[in-house]
């Protein structure tokens, strides 16, 4: 089974920027979308961004939060995926973790996708904004 591992987190001050890594390991088949979700302080973890893994498929989704300041883009033959972040705030720190949506979930909107509590997660990368 595919697993996906995050990696590019750090400090960064207010209006800075930084692009996370999310790198495949195991064979992937069966992926329809790679979602990138984030768990700030003392908060629920949230769906920020939604990429489809076969350019051909499925649309892109980005939260309100951070629509216009993140973008998520794929690298197939490295099975990596990544999520630029520029403009970012304080409110954009948070543990952020990558997770492969198999096809049998494809079908879910991103507020679905937003409420699953998946049964495994990986260790997630640490981004935090601070001056």
């Known amino acids: 089974q595919v697993q996906f591992v995050e990696s590019g987190g750090g400090l960064v001050q207010p209006g800075g920027s930084l692009t996370l890594s999310c790198a495949a390991t195991g064979t992937i088949r069966g992926v329809a979308a790679v979602a990138w979700y984030r768990q700030p302080p003392t908060k629920q973890r949230e769906l920020v961004a939604l990429?489809?893994?076969?350019?051909?498929?499925?649309?892109?989704y980005y939260a309100d939060s951070v629509k216009g300041r993140f973008t998520s883009s794929r690298n197939n033959a490295a099975n990596t995926v990544f999520l630029q972040m520029n403009g970012l705030e304080p409110d954009d720190t948070a543990v952020y973790y990558c997770?492969?949506?198999?096809?049998?979930?494809?079908?879910?909107?991103?507020?679905?996708?937003?409420?699953?509590?998946?049964?495994?997660w990986g260790q997630g990368t640490q981004v935090t904004v601070s001056s």
């Open positions: 997770k492969a949506i198999l096809v049998e979930y494809s079908h879910l909107p991103p507020s679905a996708l937003n409420i699953i509590d998946w049964p495994s």
């Open positions: 990429l489809p893994f076969e350019a051909s498929e499925g649309t892109m």
